[in-house]
């Protein structure tokens, strides 16, 4: 006998989800970027990325400051530029939330800026069958007609719709409309620092008493172009600085703070133009064109006249110092003299503006140059000027320098008109007298007016969105009864939709016509 053949059964192969595939995972990309909630987190993000710009010096505003600050913490400092937190606001990781803000924004607001387009088009929605179920309900007796309440709600700009025995109105479009007002505003207000990124420059320059400046590329100690910018975008003016005038309380517990500072420029808007004279201020800059060039910084620039050992005039004239006590300005000043003979010459010096004699040191108690003198530390040597590496003007290497003469921590200080002679025949110093400098920023930014609008734009937005409520009012009409109901769609913004329902209702009874 033959065994009958067993029957076996495969099992189907299980369903599998179908994947998104490459456009939808574009559209969940896309929807999930344009999200109010992605746009949020952007926000958030960009203004938690520039708290780094107001916490750290920016090399923008303040390159001295950074210098100052690689010189105090030099490894704090390279791991601080390894992540551009001495250049925030040029970052690439800034530059992504930016543009990440941007793109979200855009597909955020423009397809509701759509529905809210048809939203206003379309008419109040006909009276509900039962108005009293409403959060905000009344009924009376009255003759009141359509017509009547019809005017009567448009008296209290409502939009009003008529049917045989009801009246829907409506009002609050303005909640909505600021809502975008506020959004828009923020692109516009994000564009507008993108094409001051792209056609707007800056640049930094330290100008001393007597010396002039003139806006073009080289006269810049640092300069930030944008990437549409070119040296012949630059407005062609030019200044000289004639004085520089810093005051300080005197006397008294707050002694030594600055009370003003005013820097007396003679400014010529152009080549061709007729000298103009300004007086320059913080937070009042001076504008040509549109062009704002801002006091940003100040300090003091002894002068001094370095004789080599031949007897030849090497170096003769200011040397900006760097204040390293911001209560007195003590100072820091460094000289370099390539062209001494036989041998070049550095000096380190210690600049005092109110000196009085401490112990065996000399300290300021005053940031005012009331009895200036100046503490030289000289060396030679080779000052290495010549193997092509750039060097800071504010730092001496002193790894192949001797010190000439004996090296004290508080050597006696000069005073003006004071010579000191070097050791080994290498020359003498004297200090000659005392300049100040300033630090300026010109700055061209042509998003700066749309950013201030759009700020603006930004604030009456926010307010239109607060304060106003979208809320809808019918009517009834049947047989002297009149049923009044409303709704608010967003509570919030004044004053409660009861208040002025009850007005509503007060205006339509016939005791008040």
Request: a neutral charge.
């Amino acid at each position: 006998m033959t065994a009958p053949h067993d029957t076996v059964e495969v099992a189907p192969d299980p369903v599998r989800p179908v994947g998104l595939g490459p456009m939808g995972w574009l559209r969940w990309a896309w929807r999930t970027l344009t999200s109010m909630r992605t746009a949020l987190i952007l926000l958030f993000l960009f203004a938690l990325g520039s708290v780094p710009g107001s916490l750290y010096p920016q090399r923008g505003v303040d390159p001295a400051r950074v210098a100052q600050y690689y010189a105090n913490s030099p490894t704090e400092a390279k791991w601080l530029d390894r992540f551009w937190l001495f250049d925030v606001f040029t970052s690439p990781w800034f530059a992504a939330i930016y543009l990440l803000l941007f793109v979200s924004l855009a597909g955020c607001v423009f397809p509701r800026a759509l529905v809210h387009l048809k939203e206003i088009r379309r008419e109040p929605p006909a009276a509900p069958r039962n108005l009293l179920r409403l959060p905000y309900g009344e009924s009376f007796e009255s003759g009141l007609t359509v017509e009547e309440a019809a005017a009567k709600l448009r008296k209290r700009r409502f939009r009003v719709v008529t049917g045989p025995d009801w009246v829907a109105a409506e009002k609050g479009y303005l909640r909505e409309t600021g809502n975008l007002l506020f959004h828009v505003a923020l692109l516009v207000l994000l564009f507008a620092v993108g094409a001051g990124g792209l056609y707007g420059y800056r640049g930094n320059v330290l100008v001393v008493e007597g010396d002039g400046f003139a806006n073009a590329v080289a006269a810049y100690d640092r300069f930030m172009p944008g990437q549409r910018v070119t040296a012949e975008s630059l407005e062609p003016f030019s200044f000289t600085l004639k004085d520089f005038q810093a005051s300080y309380v005197a006397a008294g517990a707050k002694q030594g703070q600055p009370l003003d500072y005013s820097a007396k420029l003679s400014v010529q808007d152009s080549p061709s133009a007729a000298p103009r004279d300004f007086d320059l201020k913080v937070n009042d800059p001076l504008d040509v064109n549109g062009t704002l060039t801002y006091l940003i910084g100040h300090g003091y620039a002894p002068t001094f006249k370095v004789i080599d050992g031949k007897g030849q005039v090497a170096f003769d004239g200011p040397v900006p110092c760097l204040a390293n006590d911001q209560a007195t300005y003590t100072s820091e000043c460094v000289i370099k003299v390539p062209d001494a003979q036989p041998v070049q010459l550095g000096f380190l010096a210690r600049f005092l503006p109110t000196t009085v004699p401490n112990g065996g040191a000399w300290v300021s108690v005053f940031p005012g140059a009331v009895n200036p003198t100046v503490q030289v530390f000289p060396f030679s040597g080779d000052l290495g000027l010549k193997n092509g590496r750039p060097q800071s003007v504010y730092q001496l290497n002193t790894d192949h320098l001797k010190p000439l003469g004996t090296m004290s921590a508080q050597p006696a200080p000069l005073n003006v008109g004071d010579t000191r002679e070097l050791p080994d025949g290498a020359g003498k110093i004297q200090f000659t007298g005392v300049k100040e400098w300033i630090s300026l920023q010109t700055t061209y930014d042509p998003g700066r007016l749309p950013a201030l609008l759009a700020a603006a734009a930004a604030v009456i937005g926010l307010v239109l969105s607060l304060t106003i409520r979208r809320r809808r009012v019918w009517v009834r009409t049947k047989d002297r009864q009149v049923t009044v109901g409303g709704l608010t769609r967003a509570e919030g913004g004044g004053a409660s939709f009861s208040e002025e329902f009850s007005e509503i209702v007060t205006m339509l009874r016939p005791d008040e016509e």
